[in-house]
């Protein structure tokens, strides 16, 4: 299922967060949003999973708005793993993952053997079924943020939309998760701050900075050291590994204070 952007404006207190975005996430396409912190990433996220209302605009799930599709439906259709995964209460970590499946049944409607088996292979795929009876808030941070993958797993989604999947997590579990992820073909529209990880696994990127988008395509296009120092104020220089074709940026930063 395709994903789309067209011409969404948000704003929050009266200011101007997000202006006039466009974008396309394809079946089966890993799309990257990059940009410094305060460049709109994550608001832009929040309004495609619907905890907040853009301005204007229109976002669509194949060939129907957004708008005009219920909840629990788009629910079904897209999983979310966002940056903050705060409880005020416990669960167990499979307790956790089996939410995943709320959209799919109706209300107050048992679990099935299907559920439990579904549930069970997602949190075999992040690596973390042995923690199954554990409580979810005794998890570390990374742990934490591979649980919100297996929940969002379990929806089955056709479109998985992550904001800032990474966080807190170690360079083997950043490669885990992302190799997952990229493994599931189906449509992806990921923020990250990696710039090298992005290279690696996104398929187009879309470089944001006070809420525009001001360049997007493949990532050998868009990491320049040009566009890299516009955006985020820095030097680097950009290397390709001549065994992978995989690029790396390498960051050369100037002091603020001399």
Do not use: W
């Amino acid at each position: 299922m395709d994903l789309s952007l067209r011409d969404i404006d948000v704003s929050l207190c009266s200011q101007s967060i997000i202006s006039q975005v466009s974008l396309d996430a394809k079946q089966g396409e890993f799309v990257g949003i990059i940009g410094p912190n305060g460049s709109g990433k994550s608001t832009l996220l929040r309004t495609v999973y619907r905890v907040i209302k853009p301005d204007s605009g229109a976002i669509f799930l194949g060939d129907k708005n957004l708008k005009n599709i219920k909840l629990a439906d788009s629910a079904k259709l897209m999983g979310v793993v966002g940056q903050f995964n705060h409880l005020n209460f416990d669960l167990t970590v499979f307790e956790m993952v089996m939410m995943g499946r709320t959209p799919h049944k109706q209300l107050l409607g048992p679990d099935t053997d299907e559920d439990y088996q579904i549930a069970a292979e997602a949190l075999r795929k992040v690596g973390m079924e042995k923690q199954a009876d554990r409580n979810f808030l005794t998890l570390s941070g990374g742990e934490k943020q591979r649980i919100i993958l297996a929940r969002a797993l379990t929806q089955q989604p056709q479109i998985l939309v992550l904001d800032e999947p990474t966080n807190h997590l170690d360079i083997k579990y950043q490669l885990e998760l992302l190799s997952l992820v990229k493994s599931l073909g189906i449509g992806v529209l990921a923020a990250l701050h990696d710039l090298s990880l992005s290279a690696m696994y996104c398929d187009k990127l879309y470089v944001m900075k006070e809420g525009k988008i001001i360049a997007s395509g493949p990532p050998k296009q868009i990491l320049t050291p040009e566009l890299i120092r516009e955006v985020y104020e820095i030097d680097c220089s950009i290397q390709e590994n001549v065994n992978t074709g995989y690029l790396s940026v390498v960051y050369y930063p100037t002091p603020r204070y001399a």
